[in-house]
């Protein structure tokens, strides 16, 4: 702790008198500064013990006052004024002042020199600092010592915690809480969610983080918190919440910090490590879905503990043109992973970049907490679609590939989030006919018929969608349009003409309805 008002007027050796301002003495001093300026605050930055003689004071009492309020305003922890000087008494003015804005005042007696006074306050801060460091390293080292031994990262959280005196939480990349020390404040620590996801959306390492009163937290058990994120390549691995009674020391900083870096490191590893792993990872899946499955299995066995086992989906997400997906597809496959490894479900991810933009493929149990994290957070991210498969059995991955690149496909069009399999099986196909090539398609088809109703007599496209709706049936049709049937013969047979094609051909017939279809709102 740094030195007091109350440890300096202790001292005996300095016989240092208290007149104002008692009440404050718990002030801790960060310098003692000497000046006989009547407005000295130009040189102040706050936290001084300031000493005069009183030179330049003045002798009234507005000047007193005045001198008073410059000092206070400036952060000035405390007043000494040397007597047997300028003044052979601390004016009384002087004293009401201090009194008035409680800031403390000392008479300092003619045989204590300010050095004195300065020697002992820069001893105890040499102490202090001392004792930051010694305690910073005995604190680190034991940090360490925790993050090398068994569950590295619970027992780093618990000896922070132990450390600091209060709690401490670690979360995971996707918010999650992970782990708590002590177990009471994981009701504390579940506050901090919405904190947590804030943070989340901002690189990482960041800066940014939260002190103060924890939001949302009742009267009776409010803490001070502080929360960081961890991460070394501007992707949040986790993140760690400390909470204490008082607002932490610079001591307890550099014990945050230690721990901060620590976690970071156990939860980041190396680079090569984790490139080499997804690197297998994804050679895997992609032996899984070329019906390799038995050799996977061996592969997997030996390096991930094997493979999904059980009904499986393929997911598959994706961008429209245009959208930047690499950070948002890198942090989807982070969650994917993250919600695997805290419950100990298996899953194959892998990343590619194709004609149509990169892909990240997640091979997962189906509806296991892979999945749903999938769904979860694919919703966050603007612009970014998943397609989902129907559920399979891992010898049919490669089939189930296929089902999810066609529903994101769908959801890419359509502009929707996610899209399943069996919605794209058991819905209507003209959801499909939104793409700009099969758009073309159909003007160009259509436009002589239509070309001739803004010219000439006859709806042609109108009784072509109603016969064709009809099947061909004459009277059916004509009864629809409120013509003669010969009427409507007359107009199939302008439509064969203007085409150059065929009704009776089903191709022709078929084409002719999608793009009349595919021209309706």
Same mark, same amino acid.
């Given at each position: 702790?740094?030195?007091?008002?109350?440890?300096?007027?202790?001292?005996?050796?300095?016989?240092?008198?208290?007149?104002?301002?008692?009440?404050?003495?718990?002030?801790?001093?960060?310098?003692?500064?000497?000046?006989?300026?009547?407005?000295?605050?130009?040189?102040?930055?706050?936290?001084?013990?300031?000493?005069?003689?009183?030179?330049?004071?003045? %002798?009234?009492?507005?000047?007193?006052?005045? *001198?008073?309020?410059?000092?206070?305003?400036? !952060?000035?922890?405390?007043?000494?004024?040397?007597?047997? +000087?300028?003044?052979?008494?601390?004016?009384?003015?002087?004293?009401?002042?201090?009194?008035?804005?409680?800031?403390?005042?000392?008479?300092?007696?003619?045989?204590?020199?300010?050095?004195?006074?300065?020697?002992?306050?820069? /001893? /105890?801060?040499? &102490?202090?600092?001392?004792?930051?460091?010694?305690?910073?390293?005995?604190?680190?080292?034991?940090?360490?010592? /925790?993050?090398?031994?068994?569950?590295?990262?619970?027992?780093?959280?618990?000896?922070?915690?132990?450390?600091?005196?209060?709690?401490?939480?670690?979360?995971?990349?996707? !918010?999650?809480?992970?782990?708590?020390?002590?177990?009471?404040?994981?009701?504390?620590?579940?506050?901090?969610?919405?904190?947590?996801?804030?943070? %989340?959306?901002?690189?990482?390492?960041?800066? $940014?983080?939260?002190?103060?009163?924890?939001?949302?937290?009742?009267?009776?058990?409010?803490? *001070?918190?502080?929360?960081?994120? +961890?991460?070394?390549?501007?992707?949040?691995?986790?993140?760690?919440?400390?909470?204490?009674?008082?607002?932490?020391? =610079?001591?307890?900083? *550099?014990?945050?910090? &230690?721990?901060?870096?620590?976690?970071?490191?156990?939860?980041?590893?190396?680079?090569?490590?984790?490139?080499?792993?997804?690197?297998?990872?994804?050679?895997?899946?992609?032996?899984?879905?070329?019906?390799?499955?038995?050799?996977?299995?061996?592969?997997?066995?030996?390096?991930?503990?094997?493979?999904?086992?059980?009904?499986?989906?393929?997911?598959?997400?994706?961008?429209?043109?245009?959208?930047? $997906?690499?950070?948002?597809?890198?942090?989807?496959?982070? %969650?994917?992973?993250?919600?695997?490894?805290?419950?100990?479900?298996?899953?194959?991810? &892998?990343?590619?970049?194709?004609?149509?933009? =990169?892909?990240?493929?997640?091979?997962?149990?189906?509806?296991?907490?892979?999945?749903? &994290?999938?769904?979860?957070?694919?919703?966050?991210?603007?612009?970014?679609?998943?397609?989902?498969?129907?559920?399979?059995?891992?010898?049919?991955?490669?089939?189930?590939?296929?089902?999810?690149?066609?529903?994101?496909?769908? $959801?890419?069009?359509?502009?929707?989030?996610?899209?399943?399999?069996?919605?794209?099986?058991?819905?209507?196909?003209?959801? +499909?006919?939104?793409?700009?090539?099969?758009?073309?398609?159909?003007?160009?088809?259509?436009? =002589?018929?239509?070309?001739?109703?803004?010219?000439?007599?006859?709806?042609?496209?109108?009784?072509?969608?109603?016969?064709?709706?009809?099947?061909?049936?004459?009277?059916?049709?004509?009864?629809?349009?409120?013509?003669?049937?010969?009427?409507?013969?007359? %107009?199939?047979?302008?439509?064969?003409?203007?085409? !150059?094609?065929?009704?009776?051909?089903?191709?022709?017939?078929?084409?002719?309805?999608? $793009?009349?279809?595919?021209?309706?709102?």
């Amino acid at each position: 702790m740094p030195p007091t008002l109350a440890s300096v007027v202790r001292n005996t050796s300095l016989h240092l008198t208290v007149l104002a301002g008692a009440d404050h003495l718990e002030r801790p001093v960060r310098w003692v500064h000497t000046s006989e300026l009547d407005d000295p605050t130009p040189f102040l930055e706050g936290g001084e013990l300031l000493l005069t003689t009183g030179i330049k004071l003045g %002798r009234t009492a507005a000047q007193l006052q005045a *001198y008073v309020h410059r000092l206070a305003d400036a !952060g000035v922890v405390g007043l000494g004024l040397g007597v047997g +000087l300028s003044h052979t008494e601390v004016p009384q003015p002087l004293v009401d002042a201090a009194a008035q804005r409680g800031l403390p005042l000392l008479r300092v007696p003619e045989p204590t020199p300010f050095i004195a006074i300065s020697k002992v306050v820069s /001893a /105890a801060l040499a &102490a202090e600092q001392y004792e930051a460091v010694t305690t910073s390293f005995e604190a680190q080292e034991e940090l360490t010592r /925790a993050a090398l031994g068994k569950d590295g990262t619970t027992a780093v959280v618990r000896r922070l915690a132990a450390r600091l005196g209060g709690w401490a939480a670690l979360y995971d990349g996707s !918010g999650a809480l992970s782990v708590v020390a002590p177990d009471w404040a994981a009701r504390r620590a579940g506050r901090l969610a919405a904190e947590v996801d804030r943070l %989340r959306r901002r690189p990482a390492p960041s800066s $940014a983080a939260l002190q103060g009163r924890a939001p949302g937290i009742d009267t009776a058990d409010e803490d *001070y918190v502080v929360v960081q994120s +961890l991460g070394a390549d501007r992707r949040a691995r986790g993140f760690l919440a400390v909470g204490t009674e008082d607002r932490i020391t =610079p001591t307890e900083r *550099y014990v945050l910090n &230690a721990a901060v870096a620590l976690l970071t490191l156990t939860l980041e590893r190396s680079r090569e490590l984790r490139q080499a792993e997804e690197r297998m990872g994804a050679a895997l899946l992609r032996m899984v879905l070329a019906g390799e499955v038995a050799t996977a299995r061996q592969v997997a066995a030996g390096l991930f503990g094997g493979l999904p086992e059980g009904t499986v989906r393929v997911l598959v997400a994706g961008a429209g043109q245009g959208v930047d $997906a690499g950070e948002p597809l890198g942090e989807l496959g982070d %969650r994917a992973e993250q919600a695997g490894s805290r419950v100990g479900e298996k899953l194959l991810v &892998a990343r590619e970049d194709g004609a149509h933009g =990169p892909r990240l493929m997640v091979l997962a149990l189906d509806n296991g907490a892979v999945h749903r &994290a999938c769904l979860g957070a694919v919703e966050e991210h603007e612009g970014l679609s998943l397609g989902v498969s129907a559920p399979a059995a891992l010898e049919d991955a490669g089939t189930a590939h296929a089902q999810a690149e066609r529903a994101l496909a769908v $959801a890419l069009r359509g502009g929707r989030r996610s899209v399943d399999h069996e919605e794209v099986g058991a819905g209507s196909l003209l959801p +499909l006919l939104g793409e700009d090539a099969v758009t073309a398609f159909a003007e160009g088809l259509l436009r =002589p018929l239509r070309e001739h109703d803004r010219t000439a007599r006859g709806d042609l496209v109108a009784s072509l969608r109603a016969w064709l709706s009809r099947h061909g049936q004459w009277d059916a049709a004509a009864a629809d349009l409120g013509v003669h049937r010969h009427t409507l013969r007359y %107009r199939m047979r302008r439509v064969e003409e203007l085409l !150059g094609r065929s009704l009776d051909d089903t191709d022709v017939r078929m084409e002719l309805w999608l $793009a009349l279809r595919s021209g309706e709102e």
